[in-house]
């Protein structure tokens, strides 16, 4: 708990949002360091009623815990690094600057950013379930898409996800689909909620399947055994009829 994430530069999206809630699980005021800027010395003085810097021996205890976040915010970025990462952001100075190098390296600037939201939002229009795919699988896709705008700060309602993950559903599911919309309320039915429904009843279909299946492979092998019977009667009197004829 007291480490950061380390550092997944294949993953930096993931890496970003897990170690932004490490951070802030440990100490806000690091995260605004990190995000916004370090704290400042100035303060204003009451005398001249103007901002001032506070030089050191005259800081008071509030004033020098609020600056000492501005190394710790430095810090933690830097447990995170492995060496190759650190020698990309060792000349910045404060914890911001360090943070927007990393962005921009690995997750690129606004353009890029916006690029990859448009790449996004595309995927997720365009996104359909084929007939054999199982819910499970196709929830993972859909899923990285949906965490992946969400980590772009871009992203659509839960009502609009459920609303998509319906339409995208094979029209085999179509009955269940129009059940689903007769009995639920879209508008605040949780999207896991919906998926277990939908597990669930992918597993009634499943069985019924089976089952059906079963009942075709034992028709099929008492026809076979049927046939058999039938051929080995037939054969049996050829040869009583050919002993018959020999005689």
């Not at 005259?58 to 710790?72: F, I, P, R, V």
């Not at 199982?134 to 009502?159: H, Q, Y």
């Amino acid at each position: 708990m007291q480490r950061p994430p380390l550092f997944e530069r294949d993953g930096f999206i993931y890496w970003k949002n897990r170690f932004k809630t490490h951070v802030k699980s440990k100490d806000l005021d690091l995260w605004h360091v990190i995000t916004d800027d370090d704290f400042s010395p100035i303060q204003n003085n009451p005398e001249t009623k103007k901002d001032e810097v506070v030089p050191f021996h005259k800081q008071n205890d509030d004033l020098k815990k609020k600056l000492a976040k501005n190394n710790e915010a430095k810090m933690v970025i830097y447990n995170a690094l492995p060496r190759k990462e650190y020698e990309r952001i060792f000349m910045c100075q404060i914890a911001k600057e360090i943070w927007d190098t990393l962005i921009i390296t690995h997750q690129g600037n606004n353009q890029v950013k916006a690029n990859k939201i448009d790449l996004l939002v595309q995927q997720y229009e365009q996104f359909m379930i084929p007939e054999e795919e199982s819910i499970d699988n196709a929830f993972a896709k859909f899923n990285t898409i949906i965490t992946s705008l969400k980590a772009l700060d871009e992203g659509f309602s839960s009502k609009n996800c459920v609303r998509k993950f319906l339409r995208a559903l094979h029209p085999k599911w179509r009955a269940k689909v129009t059940a689903i919309e007769e009995s639920k309320n879209l508008t605040t039915l949780p999207l896991d909620e919906l998926i277990g429904n939908l597990k669930v009843y992918e597993e009634v279909i499943k069985k019924d399947f089976e089952t059906v299946k079963g009942k075709k492979e034992q028709s099929r092998s008492l026809a076979l055994k049927v046939k058999k019977k039938v051929s080995d009667e037939d054969s049996s009197s050829s040869d009583s009829e050919d002993e018959e004829y020999v005689i």
